[in-house]
């Protein structure tokens, strides 16, 4: 189902990297829908430094962002892009050449690429090759919604909601969104919320089932087991009651039930270690709540990450998990890097530089190819995995991880 965004912008001109990644993270996990990070200076080093931020950005945020770059040329957007970008603002008063949005468009779709424009633009006259456009500094009123749909365009505000009120932007049927630097330091799912109550169709975090249906104990209460929704792990498990569970879908955080005090207790209330909720979800019988979560540091108050440290048995077992299979490949791959042994052959790779790592990545796609052509595809799977053993060196090489790469494919589904 459609609903209206709430899409706070973080100005990133002349502002220090750190400032940018935590303002992010502090949106990300307040309820904002997305983020839209802009910086439109024209002077190569700064532009290359705010890529850098937002590539950092992307590695510490769950939510999609938007970034507004100068555009000079094509390649401009691309890097863009390869910051983890979802979509990419163009700002028409300062774009060169219209070439470069429609190349940028043909490249990356109608729906990636943005263009903001001014209010006082006839923006609505204007065939514009691309699905959205960010519109400012405007006056609400029958005009401006008149304009909005002639333009047959989606349409997102940008607003610092000093003159204009947000319930009335996001009631204009052309509105797909709201971006502002409003919300800073405030809680937007509350904000959200009270949206919600005034009949605008916005994402705020509700329960399907009713908590009266759940089977509870004696005391009213439910287990709850958390797990981290990256890797799966399993982090801890609490105990909810009606309050504490309707306390987690208003805040966004775990907050679970202490048997032991008799009260409420919002997970990293005072160690700072959060859980932010990314999916509720209820077992067959109605008995046990699985909650994936974003854990900051550790989920145990021993300081371990996760509460179920202590191993009692194990039978000796192949781990055939992809995602831990190649995390710890890779994670082999960057001690060695970091400390090299000798005799070691990524360390023989790492010492020969990127041009022998370059070589040995096209000769392993080589292979690959002529196993294929094979009937049997035993060979095939050995070639594969020597291609992504090396694939990998050249990750560590050049300063990627799997989450990058992951990231980068979620971005494309």
């Given at each position: 189902m459609s609903y209206k965004k709430i899409i706070p912008f973080i100005n990133g001109e002349n502002e220090l990297a750190a400032n940018i990644i935590k303002q992010a993270q502090q949106y990300c996990f307040a309820g904002a829908d997305e983020?839209?990070?802009?910086?439109?200076?024209?002077?190569?080093?700064?532009?290359?430094?705010?890529?850098?931020?937002?590539?950092?950005?992307?590695?510490?945020?769950?939510?999609?962002?938007?970034?507004?770059?100068?555009?000079?040329?094509?390649?401009?957007?691309?890097?863009?892009?390869?910051?983890?970008?979802?979509?990419?603002?163009?700002?028409?008063?300062?774009?060169?050449?219209?070439?470069?949005?429609?190349e940028a468009v043909g490249r990356f779709g109608s729906d990636k690429i943005l263009i903001e424009v001014d209010e006082e633009l006839s923006y609505e006259k204007i065939a514009f090759p691309v699905d959205t456009l960010l519109l400012k500094h405007v006056d609400t009123g029958e005009p401006l919604n008149k304009k909005l749909l002639s333009c047959g365009k989606n349409v997102i505000i940008r607003d610092s909601l000093l003159r204009n009120d947000l319930e009335d932007l996001l009631r204009l049927p052309a509105v797909s969104g709201v971006a502002t630097n409003y919300f800073e330091n405030k809680d937007l799912f509350k904000i959200k919320r009270k949206m919600k109550e005034a009949g605008v169709e916005v994402n705020v975090f509700e329960t399907s089932i009713p908590f009266s249906e759940f089977k509870t104990d004696e005391r009213g209460l439910i287990p709850c087991i958390a797990q981290d929704y990256r890797t799966g792990e399993v982090l801890m498990m609490a105990y909810m009651n009606e309050e504490s569970y309707q306390a987690t879908c208003e805040t966004g955080k775990m907050t679970y039930y202490s048997r032991s005090r008799e009260q409420l207790w919002c997970k990293g209330e005072t160690s700072g270690h959060y859980q932010y909720v990314m999916e509720l979800a209820l077992d067959c019988d109605n008995d046990t709540i699985l909650a994936k979560v974003h854990q900051v540091g550790a989920a145990c108050h021993t300081g371990e990450r996760s509460c179920f440290f202590k191993e009692l048995a194990k039978k000796d077992y192949n781990d055939t998990n992809p995602l831990t299979i190649l995390e710890e490949d890779f994670k082999t791959i960057l001690e060695r890097k970091q400390n090299p042994k000798e005799g070691s052959y990524t360390n023989y790779l790492f010492t020969k530089g990127l041009d022998k790592i370059l070589k040995k990545c096209g000769e392993e796609a080589s292979e690959i190819i002529i196993a294929a052509k094979n009937p049997e595809a035993e060979e095939l799977k050995y070639e594969i995995a020597d291609f992504l053993y090396h694939m990998m060196v050249l990750m560590a090489e050049c300063g990627l991880t799997w989450e990058d790469v992951i990231k980068e494919l979620a971005n494309r589904r």
């Open positions: 983020l839209f990070l802009y910086n439109y200076s024209k002077i190569e080093g700064e532009r290359e430094e705010f890529l850098a931020t937002l590539k950092e950005v992307g590695r510490k945020i769950d939510i999609p962002f938007m970034a507004g770059m100068y555009a000079g040329r094509f390649e401009d957007v691309k890097k863009a892009f390869y910051t983890g970008a979802d979509r990419v603002v163009i700002k028409y008063e300062i774009c060169p050449n219209e070439n470069i949005i429609k």
